[in-house]
C-alpha cells in the first residue's frame, strides 16, 4: 500500500513515470526499462540489489535514514514528495508560481503544442518561422524547468493556469 502511494503522489511529476514494487525480484524486473528507483531500506536485498541496480546505470534513492553506505542517495521519509521526485531526477523541478512565468506567446505555442500540432503547424498557425517557435520552446522548458516537450505540454495540462487548452484552435 505504501509503495503504491508513493507512486500515486510520485505521479503528479509530469515527467516521472513511477511505478509500484514491493520485492527485489519485482525491482530487478522493472530495472530493466527505468533509470531511477527509489527503494525502502528495510526490503530484503535492499542492499545487493543496490548494488546490482547501479552497475546497471539505474539511480538508487534509500528512503529513509539508513541504507547501504555506498554511492547511497537518501531521502528522509518526512520529506514532502517533492524532494524525492528531485532526488530521482536531480535537475528537474516543477515550476513555482512566480518563477518561470510564460509569455502570451509562449502559453501561445504551448497551447497550440499541447493540442498535438507540430513545430511547422504552429508556426503557419501564428504566422511566425518555424525556428523561432523552437526558440519559444527551449524558453518554455527553461521557465517550466523540464527536460522537454512532453513534460511541458503534462505540467500544461495540470496547471491550468499556465496555459488555457480547449479543442477549439
Known amino acids: 500500500m505504501v509503495a503504491e502511494g508513493i507512486a500515486s503522489a510520485l505521479g503528479s511529476y509530469p515527467w516521472l513515470m513511477p511505478s509500484a514494487a514491493t520485492t527485489m525480484a519485482e525491482v530487478r524486473t522493472l530495472a530493466e526499462s527505468v533509470h531511477a528507483v ?3 531500506p528495510d526490503l ?4 545487493r540489489g543496490a548494488l ?9 534513492v534509500f528512503l529513509g535514514d539508513h541504507g547501504d553506505e555506498g554511492e547511497s542517495v537518501r531521502v528522509p521519509l518526512s520529506a514532502p514528495v517533492a524532494d524525492l521526485a528531485s532526488a530521482l531526477l536531480p535537475g528537474v523541478s516543477l515550476p513555482h508560481s512566480r518563477r518561470g512565468r510564460l ?10 503544442v ?3 500540432l ?3 503547424q504552429v508556426a503557419r498557425h501564428l ?6 517557435v523552437e526558440r519559444h520552446k527551449t524558453k518554455i522548458y527553461a521557465k517550466l524547468g523540464v527536460p522537454n516537450q512532453a513534460a511541458a505540454v503534462g505540467i500544461a495540462v495540470a496547471s491550468r493556469d499556465i496555459v488555457r487548452i480547449s479543442p477549439w484552435m
Not at 52 to 60: A, D, K
Not at 103 to 112: F, G, I, N, Y
Not at 127 to 132: E, Q, R, Y
Request: glycine share 14%; aromatic share 0%.
Open 38 to 40: 527509489a527503494l525502502d
Open 44 to 47: 530484503d536485498g535492499s542492499e
Open 52 to 60: 546490482h541496480l547501479r552497475r546497471r546505470g539505474v539511480r538508487v
Open 103 to 112: 509569455t502570451a506567446r509562449e502559453r501561445d505555442v504551448l497551447s497550440l
Open 114 to 116: 499541447a493540442r498535438g
Open 118 to 120: 507540430a513545430g511547422k
Open 127 to 132: 504566422g511566425i518561422s518555424a525556428k523561432t
